[in-house]
């Protein structure tokens, strides 16, 4: 099972660099650990007014409880992708991100 | 979160002459505005063409009093007359399998009580999933051990008015676990025994099966399967209700029966029938799901038309919802003059602090005996309904893996989410983990809708804005039409256009498509993963599909064993190409990959040099690198890919003119084609993740080309029109209408 080294910033500043891919095999796997499983619980990423706005958030409990905005406003789906990263690495390794 | 003006047609599509009913709920008082616009692009994205309507006159367009109308959600079963009357002593017997007793509130399996007055009696499931009496004012009775998820229980609530004892029973069946597979509980209850438990006839509210009552409304509604709920018109000891329980057949003719329901019967329709003989028959609501395994389904048979007895099963979700029943704002008549189009009811209400906006899609199609254009767009209604209003960033545990991206909800997502009530897509998991088989189009469905994510609906109108700007003269049809009349919707016209993603298909739509092939009709294929999924129409209530996910395929969720025939129709549900009709043989290409990081490029291949496909590629390069822009992905081959297989019944000879196959890891092969795990699935390693665009003659002069890519309909507006996508779909559509036969 592939472990997240909680130190590697070269993985998280190849994601900043580019979020959308392709991706190293290696930052594929990290992805892929960050995303497993249900969103409930971790930070996701809302669009609104008509994509020109992201912020993080997470859900409720369950549906029907309301999601919890948090953070800045985001400019673009980039800057977004980049917030969740970070939170995502926090959420997962217990470490902050490396990388600003 | 802000609220929402929310909407929804009793239709989808309309004839001019004919009457469209709009049912508006609207979250602040005061009044809302009303216009009818002819839609051309849906997409307000920062990167798309922009949003695109053109005013119609017409009388809707004024001011109407706002209102808000409430969704109830979860079905049940009521009585046309209240039910059986509870008198004296009387016993409920039941087979149940719950699927949330840990809910945490209520549910109620069978009974009078009436929450409002709280009279009457309901065998319910208390709030720590016990089961438990619910006798009038009295404290709740209840067993000490919870029910198991997931397990059969016969259960039991026998009330002895002259002892004046009640007495709760459970047997799980099929015991494997520590102790006894037997609770038991009884009460005394002080007289007088009728007043204290307030039953009787004339107390308590309509009996009913799987809620209970809440003055007009209902409550409690309870998540699993119940089979075979009788009532017995006297107390009755254990031995009588195990020989009861264990024999619906003797339940119907036992002494004292007031009612004996058999699900078994009727399982295509909304009746209940009451097998006693008593006619206390009722009516499903809100569509639970029929033809469920029973407590006695022994595996012997899948096809619940050759063993209803085992099928006798119903399951109840508090979140199931079939039409939401709100009262008609105001009617539209489609004028006789209308053009075929895609239009919008779009309203309109400033609010004190907000502005809100909704639209309500309507399809006008040309009317009967009104002359057909030569070019139709097919839009892929089933498929919404299949979509309609999904929650799948909440429901799966796999979809960002899936998908390659990190959740990103929209505002209409989030709504969904924080708004429990709208019925759920055929991609959802109930609220008990169940998978949703039913989807409605009666009620609001956020996700179809101009200005929204561009999937499905939104998407499609990438192709109407581009057919606009092209000035192309074309009807819209919709798939709700093609399931009503089949090959006669499509016969008169010479080139038929599917949306981006027509994946869901009934057979008489499927035979409709490959007959008009087969007739000299021409197809054009703007999209991917289509003709994938077997779904049927209900045969009497409206604007409702169901799907099972049998066996294999792409699987929002997994159709329980012995689960995969359809109740609407008694067909096997499940992927076309498991039943011998793969999409490769409709449209030369079927699903073979998707992915949802970036989209991809094609490139001519040399069959795109043959005579035959030259007409394709007038004005296009021999070493042109096609679609390497759009608005879905960045590229016009992505998302959702299709490949041309002579083995699956791509035509022997069929042209694979050009193809992708530049995909990133995020692509994964379609599950259904590998028959062992391993580990080169992905765009990286795997070569079957290519898209292929095909072009292949079919009998009597006609025709079928294939994008094979749902991101090919966001690539037609780059650079005003004028690319390479866009000259690749205007020569084929004009070839494509162009009476001249094609030779085969």
């Not at chain 1, 789906?77 to 217990?94: D, H, K, P, V, Y």
């Not at chain 2, 929804?8 to 009457?19: H, L, T």
């Not at chain 2, 006669?488 to 498509?513: I, N, Q, S």
């Amino acid at each position: 099972m592939y472990r997240i080294d909680p130190a590697r910033a070269d993985l998280a500043r190849e994601y900043k660099a580019r979020p959308s891919g392709p991706h190293s095999a290696e930052l594929q796997k990290l992805l892929l650990i960050l995303r497993w499983g249900s969103a409930r619980g971790k930070t996701v990423i809302l669009s609104s007014k008509s994509e020109s706005q992201w912020r993080l958030a997470k859900f409720g409990p369950k549906r029907g409880t309301p999601m919890q905005e948090y953070g800045p406003t985001y400019k673009s789906a980039t800057e977004a992708s980049w917030a969740c990263f970070r939170a995502r690495w926090l959420e997962t390794t217990g470490h902050d991100c490396p990388v600003e | 979160m802000a609220e929402r003006l929310l909407a929804y047609a009793d239709r989808i599509s309309a004839a001019p002459g004919e009457r469209v009913e709009i049912k508006v709920s609207a979250p602040e008082g005061g009044e809302y505005n009303a216009k009818l616009v002819r839609l051309i692009c849906g997409d307000d994205s920062p990167h798309g063409p922009g949003f695109k309507a053109e005013d119609i006159k017409s009388p809707i367009a004024k001011s109407y009093p706002a209102r808000l109308q409430p969704i109830h959600a979860g079905s049940h079963i009521e009585f046309r007359k209240g039910g059986p009357q509870l008198a004296g002593s009387f016993t409920f017997i039941a087979m149940v399998w719950p699927t949330l007793p840990l809910k945490g509130a209520p549910q109620a399996i069978m009974g009078n009580f009436d929450a409002a007055n709280r009279s009457g009696c309901s065998l319910t499931v208390d709030g720590s999933g016990r089961l438990a009496a619910q006798l009038g004012d009295s404290p709740l009775l209840h067993l000490d051990k919870p029910l198991l998820d997931r397990h059969w229980y016969l259960v039991s609530l026998a009330f002895d008015a002259s002892a004046g004892t009640i007495t709760l029973r459970q047997r799980v069946l099929n015991h494997r676990g520590p102790g006894n597979a037997v609770s038991e509980a009884a009460r005394r209850l002080e007289p007088p025994v009728a007043e204290i438990a307030r039953t009787g006839a004339g107390v308590g509210g309509p009996f009913r099966i799987a809620a209970w009552s809440a003055g007009e409304q209902t409550g409690a509604h309870y998540n699993g399967k119940i089979d075979s709920p009788a009532v017995i018109g006297r107390a009755l000891d254990a031995e009588a209700i195990e020989k009861l329980g264990l024999d619906a057949k003797a339940a119907r003719t036992a002494s004292g029966v007031l009612a004996a329901w058999d699900f078994g019967r009727g399982i295509s329709g909304i009746a209940i029938e009451d097998a006693s003989g008593n006619g206390h028959d009722g009516r499903i609501v809100n569509l639970p799901a029929r033809a469920m395994k029973g407590w006695n389904w022994d595996g012997s048979e899948y096809d619940w038309t050759k063993a209803p007895d085992q099928y006798a099963a119903i399951h109840f979700h508090d979140d199931d919802l079939y039409d939401c029943g709100w009262e008609t704002d105001f009617s539209w008549d489609v004028p006789k003059d209308l053009k075929s189009g895609v239009y919008c009811v779009q309203l309109s209400q400033k609010g004190k602090t907000d502005a809100y906006e909704e639209f309500v899609p309507i399809c006008v199609r040309p009317g009967p005996g009104q002359k057909r254009k030569a070019l139709a767009l097919l839009i892929p209604s089933a498929s919404y309904w299949a979509y309609a209003n999904h929650q799948m960033p909440s429901s799966w545990t796999f979809n960002e893996t899936s998908m390659g991206v990190f959740e990103t909800m929209t505002e209409a997502d989030r709504y969904l989410e924080e708004h429990v009530g709208f019925g759920l897509s055929t991609y959802d998991l109930h609220s008990d983990g169940s998978g949703v088989c039913y989807s409605s189009s009666l009620r609001p469905v956020l996700n179809m809708r101009p200005k929204s994510h561009l999937w499905q609906f939104n998407a499609d109108t990438h192709i109407t804005d581009w057919l606009e700007a092209q000035k192309l003269d074309y009807d819209v049809i919709t798939d709700d039409d093609l399931e009503r009349e089949g090959l006669d919707l499509l016969k008169d016209y010479r080139c038929v256009l599917t949306g981006t993603h027509p994946e869901y298909y009934t057979l008489k739509m499927l035979d409709a498509v490959q007959g008009f092939t087969d007739l000299g009709g021409r197809l054009v294929y703007l999209g991917a993963n289509g003709f994938y999924w077997r779904i049927a129409y209900h045969p009497e209530l409206p604007g409702v599909i169901e799907h099972r996910r049998a066996e294999d395929g792409m699987r929002g969720w997994i159709s329980e064993g012995g689960e995969y025939y359809m109740s609407f129709t008694g067909e096997l549900g499940g992927l076309w190409r498991r039943m011998d009709r793969a999409p490769q043989i409709v449209c030369g290409a079927g699903f073979t990959a998707q992915g949802f990081d970036s989209a991809s490029h094609y490139l001519r291949r040399p069959e795109s040099f043959d005579p035959r496909a030259a007409f394709i590629f007038e004005g296009v390069g021999k070493d042109e690198v096609i679609g390497d822009f759009g608005i879905v992905g960045g590229g016009a081959a992505g998302w959702e890919i299709d490949r041309a297989d002579t083995a699956l019944g791509t035509p022997r000879h069929a042209l694979i003119v050009a193809e992708a196959t530049e995909f990133s890891a995020a692509y994964h092969w379609v599950k259904e084609e590998f028959n062992h795990t391993h580990s080169a699935i992905d765009g990286d390693t795997c070569p079957m993740i290519r898209c292929d665009m095909v072009f292949f003659e079919t009998p009597k002069g006609g025709a079928v080309f294939s994008t094979s890519s749902i991101s090919w309909a966001g690539a037609l507006s780059h650079n005003g029109y004028d690319n390479n996508v866009s000259r690749i779909t205007a020569n084929v559509v004009k070839r494509f209408i162009d009476p001249k036969p094609f030779e085969l």
